[in-house]
């Protein structure tokens, strides 16, 4: 038995909230490989309860754009029934999730990037979008905290924590690019007050990224001219093994719950 | 928040007995205040078939809302029917817990919440952890603690020990 699959339409509203949305999801899914295995028990039970803020802003944003997208499909058919071109996220958000230094470099980068657009989300003309980066805003900021925190600990810690994490940078460092990356759906988000072009928020990142990078004594690894596609569903090999272990319930027992 | 509630529907007895046994539902994660005492009872109105209870979330992933949810119904349903709504905005804020709701709390072992800053006055980038005020132990007073985790059992709190009387205790996060 297996369940068919649910397509979005091509609306740039739907697509500016599923690049959000399906962030939010997709890392969730990564920090939820944690559970059970970080090396000490505060970890399991941080990542754990960052996955599950994740999964709820995902949850909230996943229903609106089904909502603005009209077709009658809910958050669960979203997130469970699409196939991988119709996800939305960056390619970092998928990536494997590597050592604990990986995760953290990817955490800081990622909970900063979302701090600074809930920011902006909250003066969007659409109210549910306001109100939804009212609520998450004080979500990240614990989890930009936390993430820089342990940027800071690792980096400035041994000579095998420093060099993990300088490691983890050199691989990450060319998947930020996407999460700057201009295009007409966000410039359609723009024209509409939605919310902001992603490119507008790269100095504030930027500038917070070099005072905790600096605090770590951690150095810039090189710029990278590559920038991956994940915002228009061209997503790395990692994707579609993810989606199978997260959607394989929904698959196989259609509207299973428990 | 509640008490302006309170007034506004003391007029009619209806509301206020259900305002009453609003008051007596538990937190499911904190059962020692009640969601009333937490804030997240935003409104009650009288509807054509029984009532409509206004909730907000406490955290965008809270895992209890449904279950808050099913409370509500269950206890209110001699009320006629239960309409539930759930509203986002404003966000709830921890300074929504009522001074009972804190003093309960502090009694059952979780140092409350202090006040948030508004979130232009936050810092975004980190604050040290030498930097960050002193939390006093809801068993002792003593504010020589220290932070064992910045997340804990649930969402809403995280983890201290005190190094006075040697308690672990948890602390309901500013948020």
């Known amino acids: 038995m297996s369940q068919a699959s649910v397509q979005v339409g091509s609306s740039p509203q739907v697509k500016y909230l599923l690049r959000i949305g399906d962030s939010c999801l997709i890392l969730a899914q990564r920090l939820g490989e ?31 754009a089904a909502h603005l997208d009209g077709q009658g499909h809910d958050e669960d058919q979203l997130a469970f029934l699409r196939e991988e071109r119709q996800y939305l996220n960056p390619v970092l958000m998928e990536l494997p999730r590597g050592d604990f230094a990986f995760t953290q470099v990817r955490n800081f980068a990622v909970a900063t990037w979302m701090l600074l657009l809930w920011r902006r989300l909250q003066s969007s003309t659409d109210p549910e979008v306001a109100a939804i980066a009212a609520k998450a805003v004080k979500e990240s900021a614990y989890h930009q905290q936390h993430a820089a925190d342990w940027v800071v600990r690792l980096g400035d810690g041994t000579a095998e924590s420093t060099a993990r994490m300088a490691e983890a940078l050199a691989q990450l460092w060319p998947l930020f690019n996407e999460l700057f990356d201009a295009d007409a759906v966000d410039a359609a988000a723009v024209a509409l007050g939605l919310g902001p072009s992603w490119a507008e928020l790269k100095p504030e990142w930027t500038a917070h990224l070099n005072e905790v990078l600096a605090d770590a004594g951690l150095a810039h690894p090189k710029a990278s001219a590559y920038v991956s596609a994940g915002r228009r569903g061209v997503h790395s090999e990692h994707m579609g093994h993810l989606l199978a272990e997260m959607q394989y319930l929904q698959r196989a027992y259609p509207g299973g719950k428990w | 928040m509640v008490s302006s509630h309170q007034q506004q529907s003391s007029p ?5 007995a259900a305002w009453e ?72 804020t921890t300074d929504w817990i009522s001074e009972e709701g804190r003093e309960k709390l502090r009694a059952y072992g979780i140092a409350p919440p202090g006040r948030v800053l508004s979130a232009e006055a936050q810092p975004i980038r980190l604050v040290h952890r030498a930097s960050l005020n002193k939390l006093a132990c809801p068993r002792c ?32 996060k500013p948020i």
């Open chain 1, 34 to 64: 944690w559970c059970g295995h970080a090396p000490i028990l505060e970890e399991d039970l941080a990542l754990a309860n960052m996955a599950l803020d994740l999964l709820g802003q995902a949850r909230a944003l996943l229903t609106h």
């Open chain 2, 12 to 16: 009619c007895g209806r509301l206020a």
């Open chain 2, 21 to 92: 046994v609003l008051r007596q539902i538990p937190d499911p994660e904190v059962p020692v205040i009640s969601l009333c005492d937490l804030g997240i009872v935003r409104d009650l109105r009288e509807t054509a078939g029984g009532l409509e209870v206004v909730l907000t979330p406490t955290y965008s992933g809270c895992p209890a809302t449904e279950l808050i949810q099913d409370d509500v119904r269950a206890a209110l349903a001699a009320f006629g029917e239960i309409q539930i709504t759930m509203q986002r905005a404003p966000a709830w």
């Open chain 2, 141 to 172: 007073g003593s504010v020589h603690t220290e932070k064992l985790s910045a997340f804990g059992s649930t969402a809403c709190k995280a983890l201290y020990r005190c190094l006075a009387c040697q308690e672990p205790f948890e602390h309901f």
